[in-house]
């Protein structure tokens, strides 16, 4: 009798079937994924650089007795000023929101800041949008 070490042609034929399904699953995952990361990614952008703004905005309206000394929206450009010399400017040529001279947000497509009295108190209101999304806020000023 002869010895049987080899592989059958059928055996072949089913290991190489088995592959190439396996390997055509793992490209549809994996398209797939790639797909989600970068939905992902476009929705996370704008929130963050919301959350970075409302982190340096929220740190200069929390401080007490803190006034808003100017607010103006003139050639592209909207900015506040307050009475400690923070001065917050939207620059719409390069889409981007700065404290004094540092840019702490980009991407931001349009913000507009208010002042106003609600309630007997001080109020900035700060509207903006990045990317798709669109951001409301109201601060109250301490005194």
Do not use: H, W
Request: charged letters at 15%.
């Amino acid at each position: 009798m002869k010895s049987q070490k080899g592989i059958t042609l059928v055996s072949l034929v089913v290991y190489i079937i088995g592959m190439v399904t396996i390997v055509g699953v793992m490209a549809v995952i994996t398209t797939n994924f790639y797909k989600n990361i970068n939905d992902v990614d476009t929705n996370i952008n704008p929130l963050s650089q919301y959350t970075k703004f409302n982190s340096y905005f929220s740190n200069e309206i929390n401080q007490y007795n803190i006034a808003v000394l100017e607010c103006k929206q003139e050639d592209g450009q909207n900015y506040i000023v307050f009475d400690n010399g923070v001065q917050y400017t939207f620059v719409e040529k390069n889409k981007g929101i700065y404290q004094n001279k540092i840019k702490i947000c980009q991407d931001v497509t349009e913000c507009t800041f208010f002042t106003g009295i609600q309630n007997g108190k001080d109020i900035v209101t700060v509207n903006m949008k990045i990317g798709n999304k669109t951001y409301n806020n109201t601060y109250t000023l301490k005194r």
